[in-house]
């Protein structure tokens, strides 16, 4: 499985900064204690698929597909580049 540029806690993070919300509305608005939140942004705690999805109904995000990255059941597929050559020494 190839690694993801972002982590669940990286989404997370991101679309709470996007809304403008704090971690302490997002928690009330989810039940996750505020704690465990922080710890799901950092990447330091995994989240539960229930907590995946009470956090994609507060944000707005699509639970399916959040649940399937912070679960690691999706990854994106390799694509090569037709005719592109690298360049070395660079």
């Given at each position: 499985?190839?690694?993801l540029e972002d982590e669940f806690g990286d989404i997370l993070?991101?679309?709470?900064?996007g809304l403008g919300m704090e971690l302490g509305e997002l928690s009330r608005r989810t039940?996750?204690?505020?704690?465990d939140l922080g710890?799901?942004?950092?990447?330091a705690l995994a989240p539960t698929e229930p907590q995946v999805l009470a956090v994609a109904g507060a944000l707005g995000l699509h639970p399916g597909r959040l649940a399937d990255i912070a679960l690691a059941r999706w990854s994106?597929?390799?694509?090569g580049c037709a005719g592109v050559t690298a360049v070395q020494g660079f």
């Amino acid at each position: 499985m190839r690694p993801l540029e972002d982590e669940f806690g990286d989404i997370l993070a991101k679309a709470r900064a996007g809304l403008g919300m704090e971690l302490g509305e997002l928690s009330r608005r989810t039940g996750i204690p505020g704690e465990d939140l922080g710890l799901m942004e950092a990447c330091a705690l995994a989240p539960t698929e229930p907590q995946v999805l009470a956090v994609a109904g507060a944000l707005g995000l699509h639970p399916g597909r959040l649940a399937d990255i912070a679960l690691a059941r999706w990854s994106p597929s390799v694509i090569g580049c037709a005719g592109v050559t690298a360049v070395q020494g660079f």
